[in-house]
């Protein structure tokens, strides 16, 4: 028989606030600039290595998954795993947590991207041009890179939303 001496409660992780993973992203992260006033967002995140590359600001009304505006940043060259989102990969991350593609994991079928289209995203004000993956009724555009700091972000929302998450503002980690 095996015994732990951890305490009962070292089990449960500690899951840090907006503010704790803003800080500990250290750089600013991208937001919609007007959240319309029933939106809210939950911070999700994603380390490799203990190295925080991804930070999803997840925009909800009530219990409707609405959108997601990713912050992502290469890893250290010393990382043999690199961790990449793609618009693509965003897309069928969404459809399939918000209940629009039954996923099966026995086939590992992913939905397929219809088309793509150009239009242009604002990031702080400026206009920056990109290229839109549409499927299933929902888009998802990356912003190759960032002013000031590495990265880069990808939005990714239903038809009828998008127009809300077009205009995006890199905010500092003192504003979460």
């Not at 809210?40 to 995140?45: E, M, N, P």
């Not at 994603?46 to 912050?71: K, P």
């Not at 690199?82 to 039954?102: C, E, I, K, M």
């Not at 793509?116 to 499927?135: K, M, N, Q, Y």
Request: aromatic fraction near 10%.
């Amino acid at each position: 028989m095996f015994y732990s001496d951890r305490p009962h409660d070292a089990h449960r992780r500690h899951r840090p606030t907006p503010r704790e993973a803003a800080e500990e992203w250290g750089e600013r992260i991208a937001t919609v600039r007007d959240t319309p006033p029933d939106w809210f967002f939950l911070v999700g995140r994603q380390s490799t290595n203990g190295y925080l590359c991804h930070i999803d600001l997840n925009y909800h009304r009530g219990r409707e998954f609405l959108a997601i505006v990713q912050t992502s940043r290469p890893l250290p060259p010393e990382h043999r795993i690199g961790s990449v989102t793609t618009p693509q990969s965003q897309l069928a991350n969404f459809l399939a947590n918000s209940d629009r593609f039954d996923y099966d994991p026995r086939t590992g079928q992913l939905p397929a991207v219809e088309r793509t289209s150009t239009d242009v995203l604002r990031l702080d004000g400026a206009a920056v041009p990109v290229e839109i993956h549409h499927g299933l009724g929902c888009r998802s555009a990356l912003i190759p890179a960032l002013p000031d700091q590495s990265g880069y972000v990808i939005v990714t929302a239903p038809d009828e939303y998008w127009e809300a998450v077009t205009e995006l503002v890199l905010r500092p980690p003192t504003t979460f």
